[in-house]
Antibody
């Protein structure tokens, strides 16, 4: 049974940077696309970023384009999300998720981590 | 971007009731639709993918149907442990948008 464990969330001020990590185990990490999905307090789910299995294709939603960068290290089974120029509206629980396929954002996500909390506040 | 609209936003039903949640896409998405269950304080759990395929380990009382623009998640006999918020997600194209969620409460 695969597992995902996120880390890196904390309280930061607007304009700060933060790097989230997601350690994968129990499945062939390098064969699957991975996604970051966030959930603002009391709100629904929002797909933020995704990266293909081989790491060559990464995509983000418009509201984080140019500020967030998703990467992966298939040798270490780690997914990362570099978040720059953070805004108050980026406050959320950030989940990493394994996609069924190898092309980011084009399949359901069958394994989810427990999430890491990012709070952007002055 | 394609928008996903779920209805109702919340419902209350009794144990044993049949519960139906609908999800409508603003454009056709073939069968590229998933349903997730999220219990309070927990991450989402995949229930259904490809509109109708039950994820391994999910009870058979959960059923998905539909294609194109209109989809349905049915819980054939509601159980106390089904207290949760349910989300649809389309994944035919980027971004893979979620519906706004349906909160299911037990009477």
């Amino acid at each position: 049974e695969g597992q995902l464990l996120e880390s890196g969330g904390e309280v930061v001020q607007p304009g700060a940077s933060l790097r989230l990590s997601c350690a994968a185990s129990g499945f062939g990490f390098s064969y699957y696309a991975m996604s970051w999905v966030r959930q603002a307090p009391g709100k629904g789910l929002e797909w933020v970023s995704g990266i293909s299995a081989d790491g060559t294709r990464a995509r983000h939603i418009d509201s984080v384009e140019g500020r967030f960068t998703v990467t992966r290290d298939n040798s270490a089974n780690v997914l990362s999300l570099q978040m720059n120029s953070l805004r108050v509206e980026d406050t959320a629980v950030y989940y990493c998720a394994k996609d069924y396929g190898d092309y980011a954002g084009h399949d359901a996500s069958d394994i989810w981590g427990q999430g890491t909390v990012v709070i952007v506040s002055s | 971007d394609i928008q996903m609209t779920q209805s109702p936003s919340s419902l209350s039903a009794s144990v044993g009731d049949r519960v139906t949640i609908t999800c409508r896409a603003s454009q056709g998405i073939r069968s590229s639709l998933a349903w997730y269950q999220q219990k309070p304080g927990k991450p989402p759990r995949l229930l259904i993918y490809a509109a109708t395929t039950l994820q391994s380990g999910v009870p058979s009382r959960f059923r998905g149907s539909g294609s194109g623009t209109d989809f349905t998640l049915t819980i054939t006999s509601l159980q106390p442990e089904d207290l949760a918020t349910y989300y649809c997600q389309k994944y035919d194209s980027l971004p893979p948008t979620f519906g706004q969620g349906t909160k299911v409460e037990i009477k």
